[in-house]
T-cell receptor, first 110, second 115 residues
Framework: EDQVTQSPEALRLQEGESSSLNCSYTVSGLRGLFWYRQDPGKGPEFLFTLYSAGEEKEKERLKATLTKKESFLHITAPKPEDSATYLCAVQGFRGGKLIFGQGTELSVKP | SAVISQKPSRDICQRGTSLTIQCQVDSQVTMMFWYRQQPGQSLTLIATANQGSEATYESGFVIDKFPISRPNLTFSTLTVSNMSPEDSSIYLC????????????FGPGTRLTVL
């Protein structure tokens, strides 16, 4: 069964304190792994798509990496505005359906 | 990317009634999806809305409870029928543009409370 597990469930950082979020997955033929950011009361906002092991993508203070079993979202020198829930999702070889993890709630204090 | 809007943004409904949620995309898209996000939970796919044919439902979701329409390439509706308090959730629409990347863009969601 396809499954996504994110850790930690919650992460509290001081402004400027770098860290990483983990997304472990099992899927029958990975078509893509997706990272989203979700603010309270809003829909998920797309961040990255990763397709193959070894791939990396960056956007401002965020960097996503992918291996055959997991993905990491690295946050460098975070700011309070980076506070949100970060969701990881995988898509199997048939496409379409996204399978989401439970998310990591990130809080960055000034 | 795609810009997606949903109506209503929130509603409070009585048990046994039905609510129809609208989803509008700013460009033509091949695939549209409906997800549910229950309180404190992550997103679960309800169904894929197919243009010109019946929706494809995931295990645990049935057409009688969640009828879906997809009259054209920019619009879809989801109806939550005969509601109970267990249907209280956020309902999200997403769309995948024809860029070959399979990236899904999400609407802002509809927060439904059933009393």
């Amino acid at each position: 069964e396809d499954q996504v597990t994110q850790s930690p469930e919650a992460l509290r950082l001081q402004e400027g304190e770098s860290s990483s979020l983990n997304c472990s997955y099992t899927v029958s033929g990975l078509r893509g792994l997706f990272w989203y950011r979700q603010d309270p009361g809003k829909g998920p906002e797309f961040l990255f798509t990763l397709y193959s092991a070894g791939e990396e993508k960056e956007k401002e203070r965020l960097k996503a990496t992918l291996t055959k079993k997991e993905s990491f979202l690295h946050i460098t020198a975070p700011k309070p505005e980076d506070s949100a829930t970060y969701l990881c999702a995988v898509q199997g070889f048939r496409g379409g359906k996204l399978i989401f993890g439970q998310g990591t709630e990130l809080s960055v204090k000034p | 990317s795609a810009v997606i809007s949903q109506k209503p943004s929130r509603d409070i409904c009585q048990r046994g009634t039905s609510l129809t949620i609208q989803c509008q995309v700013d460009s033509q898209v091949t695939m549209m999806f409906w997800y549910r996000q229950q309180p404190g939970q992550s997103l679960t796919l309800i169904a894929t809305a197919n243009q010109g044919s019946e929706a494809t439902y995931e295990s645990g979701f049935v057409i009688d409870k969640f009828p879906i329409s997809r009259p054209n390439l920019t619009f879809s509706t989801l109806t939550v029928s005969n509601m109970s308090p267990e249907d209280s959730s956020i309902y999200l629409c997403s769309a995948a543009t024809d860029t070959g990347t399979d990236t899904q863009y999400f609407g802002p969601g509809t927060r439904l409370t059933v009393l």
